[in-house]
């Protein structure tokens, strides 16, 4: 035993040693040379996570169980590999809304929301409770340990909370930050997570090298004990099975994220995100450290100690038995490092929270305190500070007077990493997910605190009597479904995988149901896209909120809650940076740096008549965005309009040009027609007028060919003529009705002395009566003589047959105009339609005709409503059809 | 910035990596009764895979870009 004054005197030491590097942190932080801006103090800060659990429980766990202390620390590691995606993204987020806590940080994601704080809170407090117990009841141990028990003083534990609750109010709130910094707290936590992992590893060395003879040695002597070699090997026996490993591994995943204190040391204490490089691994390297002596501690402290041990307190009890009292001194210091490090972080941390999501959000809404007409409300709010770190310390006590003597530390800790998990869904969700809505996260987060109280705090209860066992065995009113340890009838599993299975499953089917049920208000659509897209968009950006206040007002606002020189020095600090408009969301942020967002939000709404941020509002800056969509969307509408214009333009233009070039061709080519039968003429009459003593038979026949040609001349005429006539539409159409039958023996009539004179037969196929047609009697006569010496004309003389038909079908009579000739090419059966052109002839290469005729025809029947259209293969003939349509009888009827 | 950079992307796989290195049935590999240099297969097996998963956090975190 160590002298009682030894013992006493020397934690006072420590932790004035303590409080000294606090206040040098904090003056330095104030003349703005922070000694914590620094990845390594930031790295050893966020060690705080090795509490007396680490110090004092691991090695009671893994003197029960082998491995069961790892999963602990392992999962920690697994998920700050995830960090630089996850946490990350929430510095940015918190940085941008100073967020001040948990509770806000949730409260704020979901449309800051005053009740959702709060219930966070609630749950924060009442969860980590046991952790707090964990920590008294790990000092007070350690303490008598050391000590022995001190006659006159009562319960240790009791004054061990007072003292640290006393030491917490001293340290954390001495005044109040706008960002809701504690510089001091930092660097002194930084400083006690050196002093535990160097006592810790010194009385792990002692152990190993000093006790036995090396790591070697120990495992040893563990594998020729029968009652201890299943450790070596502990999985399926005594470590458990798998599972259960597995699961604490994924519950200590989201505690390093979610417990109240890490939240604090890593988000609201971080001076710079980069530093979360060099804390991504320098962290796990710290776990990894102080765990490497665990097992030769807890092996040689079963050794050492007969069966029945304590063994929470082998770090302690083996230098003791050894009277290392030297080195049991400096274990203790570690262990009083360890567990203040984490109670007066964590009472910070919920004491921010009470004060800024539970309490001051209540006390704003109470008209009748006039909060709103107080000068400063900096000493309100550090009261309600200071008497929540008492509370707390307190309930903590009053839980471990309750529950906690019947747990060994490392099942008491677990209790709190389960509770802060229900914080994973709302959090995690709210990161990632932008339908996660208020109304989900308060369901989410309450049936899974729910179901935890069900499932692990009042089994904690029970087991110490404060609850009657039965209900523990036989489940409530003797209802075996119900029971606590095995619900619904899943038993076999321990407590903590039980409970984490039917939370998560309560947490987030709720989470995700009632978001899914629910559409968000303008407010919460608003903070979510702030939060989701965090890097998205420069900061500060998309601030809907409008408001007006006179700056005076909202001097006077900020003062009030953090005092006149802040005030002064934040108002000074915008008006180099921010541009005036911006004030009302300035201030904001600076208030809710102090009193979380919803309380700031509360608070804002009192001096700033705002407009508040109604649906139209929202729905009138979504149309501005999908005004723009439209706006761009008939942009590209017009651009492909354009498009199309100028391809119809580019087609018209190209038509224009063949049209030009047509009409050059017509010109040339008509010129050409006229000039052979003219030339033929000039030159016959020329011999004829030199040669007068010509004999009259050569006579005869000159005169004979001036004839003809003067009627081809006349007859070219006529068809340009008509084609002029044609297409400028000045043709007199003389309709009447015809009886084609008569139409075509008539024209057969008159064509038979070209027939004859080419030896081609020409054969009618007429049915005996057919209906009557309205059209042109001369211009249907002027179709079939083209096509009739058409036919004849490109016939070989002799063999030649051609053929015309008519024939009746439904709505028109048609006329078929069959050859056997030499055919005509597909590529040329429908240009021979345009003007001027001709099929070449297959045998000769030459064209013979005007090029007229075909195009005249095809002009005189659509102008009488049918069709003119070749059918031909090449070397099989040609037929040229037309129709007519039919005069429908009522017409007929009228005619007649 | 982009938030799923390469970095994180390969931090991300070492977290799957590490949940299938910690987690059945790689742990039942190590779970038997032999030593290394005198200590059990598998706390020697915790350690190193551990420390050889901060090693490359490390390197992932730490390379230049």
Redesign the interface.
């Known amino acids: 035993m160590l002298e009682t004054w030894v013992v006493i005197f020397i934690p006072f030491a420590y932790l004035a040693l303590l409080f000294a590097i606090a206040y040098y942190a904090d003056q330095r932080a104030d003349a703005g040379r922070s000694v914590i801006n620094s990845p390594y103090i930031y790295s050893l800060s966020l060690a705080v996570y090795a509490t007396a659990w680490t110090f004092y429980g691991s090695v009671g766990r893994a003197a029960e169980n082998g491995v069961g202390f790892l999963p602990i620390y392992i999962g920690p590691t697994l998920m700050i590999a995830l960090w630089w995606v996850v946490m990350r993204k929430i510095l940015r987020i918190s940085k941008q809304n100073r967020i001040t806590s948990l509770a806000d940080f949730i409260a704020s994601r979901y449309g800051k929301s005053a009740l959702l704080g709060g219930v966070v809170t609630v749950i924060a407090v009442i969860g980590i409770l046991p952790y707090i117990s964990l920590q008294l009841k790990a000092v007070s141990a350690s303490f008598t340990t050391v000590a022995g028990a001190v006659p006159g003083v009562g319960d240790t534990a009791l004054w061990v909370a007072l003292f640290l609750a006393a030491f917490t109010i001293l340290f954390g709130t001495r005044h109040i930050d706008t960002a809701e910094h504690h510089e001091g707290m930092v660097a002194a936590i930084a400083f006690e997570s050196l002093v535990k992992l160097v006592a810790f590893v010194a009385v792990g060395a002692w152990v190993t090298w000093g006790l036995y003879n090396g790591f070697g040695d120990i495992f040893a002597r563990v594998a020729a004990e029968p009652a201890l070699s299943p450790m070596l090997a502990p999985f399926g026996g005594v470590g458990g099975d798998y599972s259960s490993w597995i699961w604490l591994t994924l519950l200590s995943m989201l505690a390093i994220m979610f417990l109240p204190r890490q939240f604090q040391v890593t988000v609201i204490e971080n001076k710079n995100e980069d530093h979360l490089r060099k804390a991504i691994w320098l962290f796990p390297l710290y776990m990894l450290a102080i765990n490497v002596f665990v097992l030769p501690i807890a092996f040689g402290g079963l050794l050492h100690f007969p069966a029945g041990a304590d063994a929470d307190s082998f770090v302690l009890t083996l230098p003791m038995s050894q009277k290392q009292e030297l080195l049991a001194l400096v274990v203790f210091i570690g262990g009083l490092s360890a567990a203040t490090g984490m109670v007066i972080v964590e009472t910070i941390a919920l004491s921010t929270m009470v004060c800024n999501d539970l309490v001051m959000p209540v006390l704003l809404r109470m008209r009748a305190l006039r909060l709103n007409q107080r000068r400063d409300l900096t000493g309100l709010l550090l009261g309600i500070r200071r008497g929540a770190i008492v509370l707390i310390l307190l309930l903590g006590y009053l839980y471990f007077k309750i529950a906690g003597e019947a747990y060994a530390l490392v099942s008491i800790g677990l209790i709190s990493f389960a509770a802060v998990a229900q914080f994973a869904p709302a959090a995690l969700g709210g990161l990632f997910w932008k339908g996660g809505t208020r109304r989900g996260a308060l369901a989410g987060l309450t049936a899974g605190f729910a179901v935890w109280c069900y499932t692990l705090l009042l089994p904690a209860f029970a087991r110490s009597a404060w609850l009657p066992i039965g209900f523990l065995e036989h489940g409530p009113f003797g209802i075996e479904l119900l029971k606590p340890v095995a619900l619904f009838g899943v038993g076999g599993l321990d407590q903590i995988t039980h409970a984490m299975i039917w939370s998560m499953v309560a947490n987030i089917g709720a989470y995700v149901a009632v978001s899914l049920l629910h559409a968000p208000s303008a407010e919460e659509h608003r903070q979510a896209t702030l939060f989701v897209d965090v890097f998205k968009r420069p900061a500060g950006g998309a601030r809907v909120r409008r408001g007006t206040a006179s700056a005076s007002d909202l001097f006077n606002l900020l003062a009030r809650f953090v005092g006149l020189a802040a005030a002064r020095e934040a108002f000074a600090e915008h008006a180099r940076g921010g541009n005036a408009a911006d004030l009302v969301h300035f201030v904001e942020n600076q208030l809710a740096g102090v009193i979380g967002a919803a309380s700031a939000h509360i608070m804002l709404a009192s001096v700033v008549t705002e407009e508040a941020l109604t649906l139209d509002e929202v729905r009138a800056v979504l149309d501005e965005a999908s005004q723009v969509v439209v706006y761009s969307h008939r942009l590209e509408q017009k651009s492909q309009e354009l498009e199309r214009a100028t391809q119809e333009l580019r087609a018209a233009n190209a038509r224009l040009t063949e049209l030009d070039r047509m009409k050059d061709e017509f010109v040339s080519t008509v010129s050409h027609e006229l000039r052979t039968p003219l030339t033929a003429i000039r030159s016959f009459t020329e011999i004829l007028h030199d040669n007068p003593q010509l004999p009259a038979a050569e006579r005869a026949r000159f005169l004979g060919i001036v004839i003809k040609e003067t009627q081809r001349l006349t007859r070219l005429i006529n068809q340009v003529l008509d084609v002029s006539r044609l297409e400028s539409g000045r043709v007199e159409w003389h309709e009447s009705l015809l009886d084609m039958r008569e139409v075509i023996e008539d024209t057969a009539a008159s064509t038979s002395q070209l027939f004859r004179e080419r030896d081609v037969k020409l054969e009618r196929q007429l049915p005996g009566r057919v209906p009557k047609v309205r059209a042109d009697l001369d211009r249907i006569v002027q179709v079939v003589v083209n096509l009739l010496s058409n036919a004849v004309k490109f016939i070989e003389p002799g063999r030649g047959r051609v053929q015309i038909t008519l024939a009746e079908e439904p709505g028109f009579l048609r006329v078929d105009v069959r050859d056997n000739g030499p055919g005509i090419s597909p590529a040329d059966q429908e240009v021979i339609f345009d003007k001027f052109r001709q099929a070449s002839d297959p045998l000769t290469g030459k064209t013979q005709g005007s090029g007229l005729g075909l195009y005249i025809s095809r002009r005189i029947i659509e102008h009488s409503g049918g069709r003119l259209w070749v059918t031909s293969r090449p070397g099989q003939g040609a037929c040229f059809s037309f129709t007519l349509p039919l005069v429908n009888e009522a017409a007929l009827g009228k005619a007649a | 910035?982009?938030?799923?950079d390469v970095?994180?992307q390969r931090?991300?796989a070492?977290?799957l990596l590490?949940?299938v290195l910690?987690?059945?049935p790689v742990?039942?590999v190590f779970?038997?009764?032999a030593?290394i240099?005198?200590?059990?297969l598998?706390?020697v097996y915790?350690?190193v895979a551990?420390?050889a998963?901060?090693?490359l956090?490390?390197m992932v975190?730490?390379r230049p870009d």
Do not use: D, K
């Open positions: 910035m982009e938030q799923f970095r994180g931090l991300a070492l977290c590490g949940l910690f987690s059945y742990l039942a779970n038997v009764h030593t240099a005198g200590i059990p598998l706390y915790f350690f551990w420390g998963l901060i090693a956090m490390a975190i730490e």
